[in-house]
């Protein structure tokens, strides 16, 4: 009998696919907007380049600023239209991302994850006609597009929850960094299609790219091993067996009093707040104080400001495959493995962002310290990525997606606190103290972890059914009973169970 692919690798594959479907669409305005809007002929000299400046100021004349190119209609939109188009998504997101766990859970992963991307290539696509029409119209696109994505990590969570065998977590969870090769692409595909046919079709690319994934993702993925078309009972029995007593079937209300006054809630909770904090600080901060402050040209050096994400990926797809194999191979516990891993997705990460401080003017130190940072935060796969399927698998969706609730505001925090610092001056000791602020953060948030924080499962994983709740059933499985109820009469295995 030959080599046979386990359908589980394939549900992994779709989880990766799907994260970086997700991410398409998050990050591709930040390009595509330079397109859209008319730029400013003056720019704030940075700090670290007044002194060439000032020296260079007898061969001024002979610089000549070249016109953007156009490749479609700009709009007059300033900077703060402009961070409302920006900002939109993430109001969506936070909105959305803790009720989608409750919606997963009930509705299933499938459901979940398939209709909000099939809204999403609708609104994706709208948004060029949007931008046409109003900016207000725009943001609204935008707002839609992060309410379908709030949903989306709870539910992948959820299906992970049930088709990885727990030796295989780490494997499972390191496919969520599928994140950071979707920002990646983003950048490169749609500076290319908009260079050649108009930034509009940047858009309507990505459309074209999550209909596929649609396809794909209909015919491969279901909600659980028991409702599979392909796998082998073999398959189906080593996973049910592998999670024991783990996975309850069935719905049932999350236990938000239990989960609220939880320690170890709140410790994964303060846990993914601080890696969020820390990594918008890393994807975001870092870059502008280069640019703004040390005068380093990003966007000339493209493969050198994609190479920290492309890092973090392969590095936590590592940390995933070393976490299972510490968990299967050594007798160090699950607990101690996740306080071990914090080290490098938090503490480290908190100590080289401090050090971004004596980096001054040194582009070079920045960059390395940017590469090394995300590069070890990879380990986020094995502790704030990986802790709810510990704490509750039955109800993971929930609590990834109240911790991305409440980890989510950081994308407004992070940005108003180095505002409110740079508000007088854009300069390297504003700067410094931002730096000290975030890796404060990570590494509070890490220690903390450290000291309460368990991968214990809690009591109230326990799933108490509601009475005459029904599972839901995915539509294309409706489709696929009323096809065989065309060939043959209605039989106890051809009705759908309710």
Not at 33 to 46: C, G, N, Q
Request: glycine share 10%.
């Amino acid at each position: 009998m030959g080599f046979k692919i386990p359908i589980r690798f394939w549900i992994a594959v779709m989880v990766f696919a799907s994260t970086y479907i997700n991410y398409t669409t998050r990050s591709n305005m930040s390009i595509s907007i330079t397109s859209m809007v008319t730029r400013s002929k003056d720019k704030a000299i940075p700090e670290c380049k007044r002194n060439e400046t000032l020296q260079a100021t007898s061969n001024a004349n002979s610089s000549v600023v070249r016109p953007a190119a156009d490749f479609g209609p700009r709009y007059d939109w300033d900077e703060d239209i402009q961070g409302f188009i920006l900002g939109s998504y993430f109001w969506g997101y936070v909105i959305s991302s803790a009720p989608g766990g409750f919606i997963a859970e009930w509705l299933g992963p499938f459901n979940t994850i398939f209709y909000a991307q099939i809204v999403t290539a609708l609104f994706n696509s709208l948004s060029v006609y949007g931008a046409q029409w109003h900016f207000g119209v725009l943001i609204c696109c935008r707002f839609v597009l992060g309410l379908m994505a709030g949903p989306i990590y709870p539910a992948l969570q959820c299906l992970i929850a049930r088709w990885a065998p727990p030796a295989e977590k780490g494997k499972f969870v390191s496919a969520l960094m599928g994140n950071t090769l979707g920002t990646c692409l983003t950048w490169i595909f749609v500076g290319m299609v908009t260079a050649s046919a108009g930034w509009d079709w940047g858009f309507h690319f990505l459309s074209i790219q999550i209909a596929v994934f649609c396809v794909v993702f209909w015919f491969i993925v279901d909600d659980s091993p028991d409702e599979h078309k392909w796998i082998s009972e073999e398959e189906k029995k080593f996973i049910k067996d592998s999670q024991a007593k783990t996975i309850s079937k069935g719905k049932a209300v999350p236990p938000y009093l239990k989960m609220f006054t939880s320690l170890p809630f709140w410790s994964l909770c303060i846990l993914h707040f601080g890696n969020l904090w820390g990594l918008y600080l890393q994807i975001t901060g870092v870059p502008k104080f280069m640019i703004e402050v040390i005068g380093f040209n990003i966007k000339a050096s493209g493969g050198l400001a994609a190479l920290p994400h492309l890092l973090r990926m392969f590095f936590g797809m590592g940390y995933g495959y070393l976490g299972d194999v510490i968990k299967s191979k050594t007798s160090l516990g699950t607990t101690l493995t996740r306080k071990s891993f914090v080290l490098f997705s938090h503490i480290i990460p908190g100590v080289l962002l401090m050090c971004m401080t004596l980096v001054k003017c040194d582009h070079v130190g920045a960059v390395l310290i940017l590469i090394f940072s995300m590069s070890i935060n990879g380990a986020a796969v094995v502790t704030n990525l990986q802790n709810a399927q510990d704490l509750a698998p039955n109800f993971a969706g929930s609590i990834f997606g109240i911790i991305s609730l409440i980890g989510g505001t950081t994308g407004f925090i992070t940005p108003a606190v180095t505002g409110a610092l740079m508000k007088e001056n854009n300069g390297i000791n504003e700067w410094s103290k931002n730096f000290i602020i975030g890796g404060s953060v990570y590494i509070g948030a890490g220690l903390f972890f450290i000291i309460f924080g368990t991968t214990d499962i809690q009591p109230w994983n326990e799933k108490v059914p509601e009475s005459g709740a029904a599972d839901p059933v995915p539509l294309k499985t409706i489709i696929v009973v009323q096809d065989s109820e065309e060939k043959a009469e209605p039989n106890e295995t051809t009705k759908l169970s309710m």
